[in-house]
């Protein structure tokens, strides 16, 4: 029963461990160069305790799908086994297989071949003792926290053979000594001390228009770069090769944002933070090239609709925008929309119009459904636009979101509030539309609303309480093409002849193309006098023994 005894104290001592931080990970090769990829990897643990621990029977994992328990019997078939006791202050060496003459010359202790695999971006890899108590653990990612380099084992710095710094990347950097067949690593051995290196790491920049003015040499960007890993007790002189650097600096603030403006538009940078003159390690740039300031006199293109109606075929088919060519358009692709839902904020360009020419004064709706939407506005009312385009899953919003235009990327123009979810809002337009009154406003003067849920129940937009304000100059009693006429059209003359087939009084109304009446008069000779017109595109509604029609009048 003694020796008994003795045998039981002695087997506790190179048990298995509980306590997180008693086995540490401490060397990674995840992508090796010299051996096939899976064949080659491996890592490396270290017991950081007094007493060996054997670590057979515990579960080796990720956050995924892999899971493999450590069982020390050697398979051959598999080729799965080995040893898994980890010495006092000693390493062991996990990998996939332990032939040498295949795993690039890694000195493997325990393999595990099967049922785990380490990915070459981010992955993570996870040691439990029974009872899943997570004994170590590192989520590494495809750089810029932890080194990822072919052929090069990423090691924890010595200084940190802890569990609390081992699943930092900061405490990580790249092996220099080669192993094996010639990959950079050392497996089974203390790491090698990490080289001090610059903690700088850059964010997302943002680039902000200072003027835009048609036709000026004197456009101006700002650049707010985010940075942390600064304020290491060196100077460091932040330049930039063009404009005027302002904002945080790395001597002061370990965590800022650095400001460069008056930029000149068209003008590339480069930010510079050196701290080297003063002895420290960072010598590092970032490039920018500079956003697109798109002049006022420019922008050729505005909203004028926002619709969502509720329409008979059911579920998105409602869903437009309408927009209206301000200038001959050479290229419509440079233009795009975005859907700003929930009030989460700017998701950006979502759609990018097809690469057509428009002409000044063209309405275009760009539908979820075309046909829905003939079907609703009327075949006259769908007439009225002069592209239509489609846009299925781009042209999602739902009411109370927000639509931003763009042109070459660069918001130019929003409905709604892109910050804001607009249900309850003034501007909501759920089951209704929104529309522009005068073309050149900025939302929110110079819009109109149908009121929500205003088209529910209707077949058409002339059965609703909210006729869409561009259609709204159409009857449901028409002439037919052939019955009356309008000569010469388009014109650059200051009277135009109503061909009709009846010699009766003739009822004119003419909108501009938001649908604004702008004149209305009464004619007895066929004959309309245009010369207060400007250069345009107008809707004429005419009206004749109690038959009505509208066409389309060009003036050159």
């Given amino acids: 029963m003694k020796k008994l005894y003795l045998l039981f104290i002695v087997s506790s001592l190179i048990g298995f461990s509980q306590n997180p ?4 990970i401490t060397e990674i090769m995840k992508d090796p160069s010299v051996a096939v990829d899976t064949a080659g990897e491996w890592f490396e643990v270290y017991n950081t305790t007094s007493a060996d621990i054997d670590i057979n ?7 995924g799908n892999n899971n493999y328990i450590i069982d020390s019997t050697f398979n051959p078939t598999t080729g799965t086994g080995g040893v898994t006791i980890v010495p006092a202050g000693g390493y062991l060496v ?5 032939d040498m003459t295949i795993n690039g010359g890694t000195p493997i202790d325990f393999a595990y071949q099967t049922n785990f695999n380490m990915g070459n971006g981010s992955d993570e890899i996870v040691l439990l003792a029974p009872g899943n108590i997570e004994i170590s653990r590192v989520n590494y990612d495809g750089g810029p926290d932890f080194p990822d380099l072919n052929g090069i084992s990423m090691q924890l710095n010595t200084a940190f053979l802890n569990e609390t710094d081992n699943d930092d990347g900061d405490n990580w950097c790249a092996s220099i000594s080669s192993y094996g067949d010639g990959d950079i690593g050392t497996p089974g051995i203390t790491n090698e001390a990490c080289a001090p290196e610059c903690t700088i790491v850059f964010g997302t920049f943002d680039a902000t228009c200072n003027s835009i003015n048609s036709g000026s040499t004197d456009d101006t960007y700002t650049i707010s770069l985010p ?10 002189i932040v330049s930039s090769t063009a404009g005027m650097v302002t904002g945080d600096n790395p001597s002061t603030a370990e965590s800022g944002t650095i400001t460069v403006t008056n930029i000149p538009e068209n003008t590339d940078i480069t930010i510079t933070l050196d701290d080297t003159a003063d002895g420290g390690l960072c010598s590092t740039t970032f490039n920018i090239t500079s956003p697109i300031c798109i002049p ?12 969502d109606l509720t329409v008979p075929s059911g579920g998105n088919d409602g869903k437009a925008i309408h927009l209206v060519a301000t200038a001959d358009i050479a290229d419509l692709s440079v233009y795009g929309i975005g859907v700003a839902a929930n009030g989460d904020g700017t998701d950006g360009q979502e759609y990018t119009f097809d690469a057509i020419s428009v002409s000044n004064g063209s309405h275009i709706l760009l539908a979820r459904t075309p046909s829905s939407m003939e079907q609703y506005l009327t075949t006259d009312g769908y007439n009225l636009f002069d ?10 919003m739902n009411g109370d979101d927000a639509v931003e235009l763009f042109k070459n990327g660069t918001l130019i123009e929003t409905f709604g509030d892109a910050d804001v979810d607009g249900t309850g809002e003034n501007w909501e337009y759920e089951d209704s539309w929104a529309y522009k009154n005068s073309i050149g406003s900025s939302w929110p003067s110079g819009w109109s609303y149908g009121t929500v849920n205003c088209t529910n129940g209707s077949q058409t937009t002339y059965s609703s309480t909210c006729v869409y304000p561009f ?3 159409l009857s449901t009693i028409l002439f037919t093409e052939r019955e009356l006429s309008i000569y010469p059209n388009p014109t650059n003359a200051d009277f135009v002849t109503i061909i009709s087939p009846s010699s009766d009084v003739i009822n004119v109304n003419i909108f501009d193309i938001l649908g604004k009446q702008i004149k209305s008069e009464i004619i007895t000779d066929s004959t309309l006098n245009v010369s207060h017109l400007n250069t345009g595109v107008y809707i004429l509604k005419i009206t004749q023994n109690n038959t009505y029609t509208t066409k389309r009048l060009v003036i050159k």
């Fill in 21 to 24: 931080g008693d086995i540490v």
């Fill in 57 to 63: 029977g515990w579960t080796l994992k990720d956050d």
């Fill in 94 to 98: 996990l990998g996939k297989t332990l």
């Fill in 227 to 236: 940075y942390s890993g600064g304020n290491v007790g060196t100077t460091f």
């Fill in 296 to 307: 006022v006199g420019s922008i050729d293109l505005e909203l004028i609709g926002v619709l």
């Fill in 387 to 396: 592209v239509v385009l489609t846009a299925t899953q781009s042209i999602n």
């Fill in 471 to 473: 259609v709204e100059s």
